[in-house]
């Protein structure tokens, strides 16, 4: 299996919970910005600061390290990780759609797509034929609700027929147990119920 995981930060809660995954895609802005390219041009254009995060590549080796994951590599933007059994391709100060051209070649027919803590523009899915195992977390927000960009994974899976493009959907709780769906609608629920739970749970005395 090949997982693509855009604004994957230091995560490596994949890693560890999907054993059967074993080669991993990573891809974020950081350590140069928090905010995607475009975000972060915009930002320096107004003259303020596009806090770059100085101790990602410290963290993010370490969080590997901690989980068996050696850094055997270094290609400029690229760092490589490996425990023999599982792989991990980081391009750091990368970002889709910016990066995409570049990228488009690295990624093409994966079959597994994180979408944790950040709503990736959906240009990427051009890049595989395949049917893919959608894999989503408690902690990210998957309504149907405003977004900047409408050709993002999260809104064109509400506005339009992307989901077909997609097998199975993984809902990782807090607790970090797995659950699995056969529809996009049936995670989306699942997941609407989590939320109004983790909502109810402030109000408890």
Same mark, same amino acid.
């Given at each position: 299996?090949?997982?693509?995981?855009?604004?994957?930060?230091?995560?490596?809660?994949?890693?560890?919970h999907?054993?059967?995954?074993?080669?991993?895609?990573?891809i974020?802005?950081?350590?140069?910005?928090?905010?995607?390219?475009?975000?972060?041009?915009?930002?320096?254009?107004?003259?303020?600061?596009?806090?770059?995060?100085?101790?990602?590549?410290?963290?993010?080796?370490?969080?590997?390290?901690?989980?068996?994951?050696?850094?055997?590599?270094?290609?400029?933007?690229?760092?490589?990780?490996?425990?023999n059994?599982?792989?991990?391709?980081?391009?750091?100060?990368?970002?889709?759609?910016?990066?995409?051209?570049?990228? +488009?070649?690295?990624?093409?027919? =994966?079959?597994?797509?994180?979408?944790?803590? @950040? !709503?990736? *523009? /959906?240009?990427?899915?051009?890049?595989?034929s395949?049917?893919?195992?959608?894999?989503?977390?408690?902690?990210?927000?998957?309504?149907?609700?405003?977004?900047?960009?409408?050709?993002?994974?999260?809104?064109?899976?509400?506005?339009?027929?992307?989901?077909? +493009?997609?097998?199975?959907?993984? =809902?990782?709780?807090?607790?970090?147990?797995? @659950? !699995?769906? *056969? /529809?996009?609608?049936?995670?989306?629920?699942?997941?609407?119920?989590?939320?109004?739970?983790?909502y109810?749970?402030?109000?408890?005395?």
């Amino acid at each position: 299996m090949k997982a693509v995981y855009i604004g994957a930060g230091t995560d490596i809660r994949p890693i560890e919970h999907f054993k059967e995954i074993k080669l991993f895609y990573y891809i974020d802005g950081k350590p140069n910005s928090k905010f995607d390219i475009l975000q972060s041009e915009t930002i320096i254009e107004n003259e303020l600061n596009n806090f770059p995060k100085r101790n990602f590549i410290s963290e993010l080796d370490y969080n590997m390290t901690n989980i068996g994951l050696a850094l055997i590599n270094v290609y400029g933007n690229l760092r490589v990780y490996s425990n023999n059994d599982q792989m991990v391709y980081y391009y750091t100060n990368s970002a889709i759609p910016e990066n995409y051209e570049y990228l +488009k070649n690295k990624i093409q027919n =994966f079959d597994t797509l994180i979408v944790m803590g @950040h !709503d990736p *523009d /959906s240009i990427f899915l051009d890049t595989t034929s395949k049917k893919i195992h959608f894999i989503g977390n408690q902690s990210t927000v998957y309504a149907n609700s405003e977004f900047e960009n409408d050709n993002s994974i999260i809104y064109k899976m509400h506005n339009s027929d992307l989901k077909s +493009k997609f097998h199975k959907f993984t =809902f990782l709780s807090k607790c970090n147990r797995i @659950h !699995d769906f *056969d /529809s996009w609608d049936k995670f989306h629920n699942f997941y609407k119920k989590k939320k109004e739970e983790d909502y109810s749970s402030i109000f408890e005395i």
